[in-house]
T-cell receptor, first 112, second 116 residues
């Protein structure tokens, strides 16, 4: 079945450092890919998405490119802030966006 | 923005008792809601799709008699864990899309269930 693998955390960075969180997937067909973020005490929020190969999703300085040849959707940000500290989930959907398959989540800790 | 709430946020119960978790869409109507569970250091796993006015659709391996889902109104879905056991201890999360066919989903903050 479909699955998502993402790097284990926590990822600990200093403010203004470069961030990469790796995500790879296994799926039949042509899934849509998502990154969700969960801030402490809040529900998951959609951070960005890409619906077809070579699409780049971006939001709040984060970006990820749908790479079909490597089945990857790595999350990047050029300069992280303390406020980016959260848990990041990579996910895919093969069924019209609504049924999601998630990775295990990666906790990001950014220190001043 | 749209908000989904869950109640309670944490619950501790004795083995053998039943626990009800509520999921509410606060400013939109949701004909469909989704229930997930998450074990420590593991993925969110979809348990079931809750459909307003009809039976829930359960994922393979999820016991429908154990996890009762009721979607009685367009803003409320409930998950009841019946005869809970320690292995049911988990983090339960609901989500709801604000309309059909959208790629947007709003997630609740989750409910931590601990069964002693």
């Amino acid at each position: 079945g479909d699955s998502v693998t993402q790097m284990e955390g926590p990822v600990t960075l200093s403010e203004e450092a470069f961030l990469t969180i790796n995500c790879t997937y296994t799926a039949t067909g042509y899934p849509s890919l998502f990154w969700y973020v969960q801030y402490p005490g809040e529900g998951l929020q959609l951070l960005l998405k890409a619906t077809k190969a070579d699409d780049k999703g971006s939001n709040k300085g984060f970006e990820a490119t749908y790479r079909k040849e490597t089945t990857s959707f790595h999350l990047e940000k050029g300069s992280v802030q303390v406020s980016d500290s959260a848990v990041y989930f990579c996910a895919l959907s093969n069924t019209g966006f609504q049924k999601l398959v998630f990775g295990t989540g990666t906790r990001l800790l950014v220190s001043p | 923005g749209a908000v989904v709430s869950q109640h309670p946020s944490r619950v501790i119960c004795k083995s053998g008792t039943s626990v009800k978790i509520e999921c509410r869409s606060l400013d939109f109507q949701a004909t469909t809601m989704f229930w997930y569970r998450q074990f420590p250091k593991q993925s969110l796993m979809l348990m079931a799709t809750s459909n307003e006015g009809s039976k829930a659709t359960y994922e393979q391996g999820v016991e429908k008699d154990k996890f009762l889902i009721n979607h009685a109104s367009l803003t409320l879905s409930t998950l009841t864990v019946t005869s809970a056991h320690p292995e049911d201890s988990s983090f339960y999360i609901c989500s709801a899309p604000p309309s059909r066919g959208t790629d947007t989903q709003y997630f609740g903050p989750g409910t931590r269930l601990t069964v002693l």
